[in-house]
């Protein structure tokens, strides 16, 4: 991916550059299909059988079995659209 963006080291690459390498990885592997932006969770807790986790969704009465990732920046200040 380096190569890719024309970059030669980490080191004081500028967030848009970031930015890039994440998009090209998340195209590669096809990530983009498996994300939902922009959705609030009402409730994460482990499911019966111990395998994943039920995720509740505030906008409906859907809920997701599947794995979490979290991530979490306490100086970011969301904006959903």
Known sequence: MREALGIKDWEDVP???VHEYLEAYARKFA?????????RVSN???????????????TS???????????????FDPQVA
């Not at 990530?31 to 959705?39: F, S």
């Not at 994460?44 to 505030?58: F, T």
């Open 15 to 17: 967030g848009y550059k």
């Open 31 to 39: 990530l983009l299909e498996r994300v939902r932006l922009g959705t």
């Open 44 to 58: 994460v807790q482990r499911n019966q059988d111990s395998i994943g986790w039920d995720v509740s969704l505030e």
């Open 61 to 75: 009465n859907e809920v997701l079995t599947c794995e979490v990732n979290y991530c979490h920046r306490n100086d």
